[in-house]
């Protein structure tokens, strides 16, 4: 029985579709004058592009060393999944919480969620943009939703560590605090590119996911 249950996730890597880097649902020059256009344009096209070509690389050395049964290559190349894949994860969901016509704040249950565990949307934001401030060198500020307790929190990853897989909070609103996505406009002042992120939120799709996790 054991044996049965292992046949598929090992066909499945072994016919696996390469990872393809999304589109992005707007102009690069879209969230400007918030996120200029130089900024998105290198951290789409050149970083993003980086995590997905680099997790291609590392899923074919992986299923190489299945197929030779080799576990030590198997285990030497976590490090390399963990990043890229978190990468393409976290970049992935990171382009659509954001939005030219978002900012402002949530509506419907996703509000009452937030006021409901954190006291009031402000409380929410300055909590968020706090964590997301005192990100150790690089990382990511998140809300995230505790399944088991039916509850929002917010966490900090270090470096391109998933939210799901490292806290096992499902991701609603990623904020990028890599220099790469805010240097070139803001230089080393990181509080002023997160009091301008919040004019390009976009609530609709954080909301989306809270309703989709909430099933």
């Known amino acids: 029985r054991s044996s049965a249950k292992l046949v598929a996730p ?13 589109d ?17 344009q290198l951290h789409h096209s050149k970083h993003h592009a980086a995590y997905v070509n680099n997790l291609n690389v590392a899923e074919e050395k992986y299923k190489e060393a299945l197929a030779k049964g080799d576990i030590t290559a198997q285990v030497a190349l976590q490090p390399a999944l963990k990043f890229n894949g978190g990468g393409h994860i976290n970049h992935t969901i990171f382009w659509t919480n954001l939005s030219p016509n978002g900012g402002g704040e949530p509506k419907g249950e996703l509000m009452e969620a937030i006021k409901r565990d ?31 307790q039916g509850r929002l929190q917010i966490a900090a990853c270090a470096n391109q560590d998933p939210l799901q897989g490292t806290t096992g909070l499902i991701p609603l609103l990623g904020i990028d605090v890599w220099e790469h996505a805010y240097y070139l406009q803001y230089k ?4 002023d590119y997160l009091k301008a992120i919040w004019n390009v939120i976009n609530w609709e799709n954080v909301s989306s996911r809270y309703a989709t996790c909430k099933k």
């Open 118 to 148: 954190f006291g009031s949307f402000a409380n929410f934001k300055e909590k968020l943009t706090a964590l997301s401030v005192g990100v150790q060198g690089s990382g990511w500020g998140w809300l995230g939703y505790n399944k088991e």
């Open 188 to 191: 080393n002042v990181r509080p």
């Open 10 to 22: 090992l066909g499945c890597l072994v016919s696996r579709q390469k990872h393809t880097l999304p």
């Open 24 to 40: 992005l649902p707007y102009d690069y020059a879209a969230l400007e004058p918030h996120i200029n256009a130089e900024i998105m």
